[in-house]
């Protein structure tokens, strides 16, 4: 399982580097003008660095003149390959192998070097490798999300590992084709108080995830520095710096096909550098190295791997995959009202209202304007009675301004020592919408007592059914405390990551603030995360089921508990495409629940965009209209005339009667970890033309989307790999031809959305109606899409929509669909909720059935059908059977390739 190279005062020897066309060897023995470009690892990250200072750090100097050709980032400043640490002791353990480490020459370039380090490697499973270094004198920051323990000897791995004895390094190779799949024998391994520097070969230039940021899916390695600490910013400046969620993952296809990923799990401010090696740098500021790296080998498959260790996303409520609507700017009860009569009377369907800081009283959490809003608890009882439901927002920092007596939330707070601390133990001060505040500690081993006892009271007035929690990076209007922060290098730090020229405090809280298990300089980009696990836990005990988080700061783990939307957006083209790239980052981060503010929260809309984002949103998996006060009007769908109502209503309807299949597919992604929504590269990461796709995306990997996303656009061209496509809409299938996939151009209708079926899937749909309350009650209906073998197969996972727990409990009920040789079987593998025999299927759709003869008779559990209830289209090879009223609790046979004989 392990291999050693002993190569004193040596490189990995003989390992091979793609770079474009070229071949790049790693030299034994380089000298600094042997260092190819690529492979220059940055000595000097700060800025205006000088050779006279590079050379003090034993580095080498060489300016470039041919600038222009590599970018303006390439380091001057680079590492030679003779320096670090090196492997003094290795021990195998019952799960891998434990090893010390020394430092053996010059140290890091900020002091305070771990002279002895300690590496733990853990085979935890076939596929996944955990690698953890640390000082073991000295106890340092380890983020406290749960991960599974190893508890079981793992006899054989998809992977080996290796390392080199000085400089230290490790590497992971696959073994089916010994692809290196890590490699941290390159640049300078540092391990400082407050540096931690590790590098790696990657295998291709195929990179994903790494968030949260904004950019195409698909990660540029030209020199890139990406900052990761949760901060709170308008979402377009995520282009260039950090944004409010941190996610150190990400995702690799080799050049093969092949997938794997790795995950550092560390929680510092941290910089990860990408360049053209291609390699990849992390540079963090605390805490210690922490790698999970796994072997896939599909997309799917190391997404899954990644979220059995972090935990799998939570079930959403079925309301929760209606659509939302909420503006910031309704200014009282009776417009919020307005809107919602609006819709209904617009036929638009919607299920949820949500109300942004404009119900509070002064802004102040757990309070609603009686003057503005009064009436909200009836109003909400009234939502209810219509099959509706209500969120409304939370902030973190809570008033502490009102006078002893007059506020419990801040009143208990302090009875319960709950708020975070300046490094002296007073009390740290913000400053947030309501004024001066305090911030609860999510940390703290009372703090979910606390919260419950806020949120549950309030609910007694306002029985909302869902939380959204903003603003929880921490944000704060001054900067660390009103009163500053104490001089400390947790304030500010000896090297700080490229997140703008702001301090580590700017917008937040102070680093040297106490929670309950450490200083903010190690839990600030948890704030987020601790805050969703408390919220989702106090909803569950106070409604007795399933509900909605929705929080702007994430975590690996946040899935777990909740969904993210993607910040504070704007109202143009370029926001409405670059959506797309960020839910299916966060599909891949775990957090499957995401969606972006439709027709964007900053700007004011168009009623063109607004449209397009409409019929966009429709299809991402959290479907929420959202606006800030300072635009110019409002922009649901009513107010903006019928192109946008009409548009709404349609992708609406056409989303509300794929929700069983949506629902389906976040049952899966609960269990297995699985993506909802995911690129087309996780299906078919073999064809090159998909690896970049970011302006399509899929819903499992049987529905195909192809939104509109260029203005005045009259047509759309989508990608379509090589298998079978059918129209959504009418069956007709789109030729790809051999094995190769296909550029077509669709029409760029605003009366529909370009969706189409692959072939081999059964896709489940129910009528739909205004309300998922309402649609719930309706009838189903099969698409059944046939691949090049005439098979396919789907399956339905339904339960009441908001229990807790129904798949543990065995509350609900799950049916196959297998087609085959011109039939299809419904099997129901599992009835426990019983319920669902009181609904029906009506109608089945075969897409495709022209791949075989043309049937004479069909048949239904050996009956024939009626002649006038079997619909055949030549032109588009369809086949549709209605009327079948069949309840869905009882399996069935469909036969449409009998050759005349029902027997």
């Not at 140290?107 to 000082?135: C, Q, S, W």
């Not at 950019?215 to 260039?240: Q, Y």
């Not at 150190?248 to 360049?275: C, H, K, R, T």
Request: aromatic share 12%; hydrophobic share 35%; charged share 15%.
């Amino acid at each position: 399982v392990f291999s050693h190279a002993c190569m004193a005062q040596r490189r990995i020897a003989g390992l091979v580097l793609l770079l474009h066309v070229s071949i790049v060897e790693v030299d034994s023995n380089p000298s600094c003008a042997n260092v190819p470009v690529p492979l220059r690892f940055d000595c000097h990250p700060e800025q205006n660095a000088t050779e006279s200072n590079c050379q003090l750090r034993g580095c080498c100097w060489l300016a470039l003149d041919e600038k222009s050709l590599h970018g303006e980032a390439v380091p001057f400043c680079f590492y030679p390959g003779d320096s670090g640490y090196r492997v003094t002791d290795l021990q195998s353990t019952k799960f891998g192998l434990n090893a010390s480490l020394k430092l053996d020459s010059q140290g890091g370039p900020y002091g305070n070097d771990v002279k002895r380090l300690a590496m733990m490697v853990v085979m935890e499973t076939e596929t996944r490798l955990h690698v953890k270094i640390f000082d073991p004198s000295s106890e340092r920051f380890e983020v406290p999300i749960p991960t599974p323990p190893s508890n079981h000897k793992v006899f054989q791995t998809s992977y080996t590992v290796g390392y080199t004895e000085y400089p230290f390094g490790f590497s992971v190779t696959r073994n089916s084709t010994n692809t290196v799949v890590f490699n941290s024998s390159v640049g300078r391994f540092i391990f400082e108080d407050q540096f931690l520097q590790i590098s790696s070969i990657l295998p291709s230039f195929h990179l994903y995830g790494l968030g949260e940021h904004v950019a195409p899916l698909k990660l540029d390695l030209n020199w890139k520095v990406m900052s990761l600490f949760a901060r709170d910013r308008l979402t377009p400046e995520g282009e260039t710096h950090n944004l409010y969620g941190v996610h150190p993952f990400y995702l690799n296809i080799e050049n093969d096909g092949n997938a794997n990923g790795v995950f550092l799990l560390n929680s510092n401010a941290m910089d990860i550098v990408l360049q053209p090696a291609p390699a990849i740098t992390y540079r963090t500021i605390g805490g210690i190295l922490d790698f999970y790296i796994f072997l896939g080998p599909t997309p799917g498959d190391v997404i899954q791997q990644y979220t059995e260790v972090i935990g799998r996303t939570f079930m959403p409520p079925y309301w929760g995959l209606g659509f939302h609507l909420c503006r910031w700017g309704y200014r009282s009860l009776d417009s919020t009202r307005e809107v919602v009569r609006a819709m209904q009377l617009a036929g638009i369907p919607q299920d949820t209202q949500w109300n942004d800081i404009d119900y509070m009283d002064g802004s102040r959490d757990f309070t609603y304007n009686n003057y503005t809003f009064a009436g909200l608890p009836e109003f909400v009882e009234e939502l209810h009675r219509n099959g509706m439901h209500y969120v409304v927002i939370l902030d973190p920092g809570i008033s502490n301004s009102q006078g002893a007596g007059n506020y419990p939330p801040y009143d208990d707070g302090i009875k319960m020592d709950i708020f975070i601390k300046k490094a002296s133990g007073e009390l740290l001060v913000g400053r947030v919408w309501p004024g001066l505040t305090s911030f609860p500690d999510f940390f703290h081993p009372s703090a979910d007592e606390y919260w419950l006892e806020q949120i549950k009271t309030f609910h007694k007035k306002v029985p909302f059914d869902g939380l959204w929690i903003d603003m929880n990076e921490v944000s704060n209007f001054v900067n660390g405390d009103v009163v500053g922060c104490p001089s400390s290098t947790l304030e500010t730090p000896p090297y700080k990551p490229y997140m703008d020229n702001s301090q580590l405090y700017d917008g937040t809280l102070c680093m040297t603030a106490k929670t309950a298990i450490s200083t903010q300089y190690n839990v600030h980009s948890l704030y987020g995360y601790s805050e969703t696990v408390s919220t989702m836990k106090v909803l569950k005990t106070i409604l007795g089921k399933r509900s909605i988080v929705i929080s702007r700061s994430t975590y690996p783990n946040s899935g777990q508990h909740g969904g993210h939307w993607l910040g504070d957006n704007k109202s143009a083209w370029p926001d409405l495409y670059l959506s797309i790239p960020g839910i299916l980052n966060f599909n891949l981060f775990g957090i499957p629940f995401v969606g972006a503010d439709i027709c964007g929260f900053q700007l004011t809309t168009t009623v063109e965009l607004c449209a397009r984002w409409m019929q966009l949103g429709a299809f991402y998996p959290f479907s929420r209209n959202h606006n800030t006060k300072d635009t110019l009007q409002a922009q649901d769908p009513p107010s903006l005339g019928s192109l946008v109502v009409n548009a709404s209503r349609s992708a609406l309807l056409t989303r509300y009667s794929l929700l069983p299949y949506l629902y389906t597919l976040f049952h899966e992604a609960h269990v297995t970890g699985m993506t909802v929504a995911r690129p087309l590269l996780f299906e078919f990461p073999h064809d090159n033309e998909a690896l970049a796709l970011d302006r399509q995306f899929l819903w499992g990997s049987g529905l195909l989307i192809s939104p509109v996303l260029e203005e005045g656009a009259t047509s759309v061209t989508a990608y379509f790999p090589a298998c079978h496509w059918y129209d959504f809409y009418n069956g007709s299938e789109v030729i790809t031809s051999g094995p190769r996939g296909r550029n077509v151009t669709l029409p760029a209708s605003m009366d529909y959305v370009n969706l189409h079926v692959r072939g081999g899937q059964v896709l489940i749909l129910q009528q739909p109606n205004t309300t998922t309350t309402a649609s719930r009650r309706n009838p189903f209906e099969l698409i059944v899409a046939l691949d090049k073998k005439n098979e396919s197969f789907g399956y339905l996972f339904w339960d009441d929509g908001d229990s807790l727990d129904t798949h543990k409990k065995g509350d609900y009920t799950m049916i196959n669909y297998t087609a085959a040789w011109g039939c299809l079987n419904a099997t129901v593998v599992w009835s426990g909720y019983k319920t669902i025999g009181s609904l029906y299927l009506e109608r089945v759709k075969i897409f495709g059935f022209g791949t075989s003869k043309q049937p004479s008779v069909v048949c239904f559990n050996g009956l024939q059908i009626e002649s006038d209830h079997v619909t055949i289209s030549n032109s588009t090879r369809t086949l549709t059977v209605s009327h079948l009223h069949w309840p869905m609790n009882k399996n069935f046979t469909l036969d449409w390739g009998g050759g005349g004989d029902c027997q």
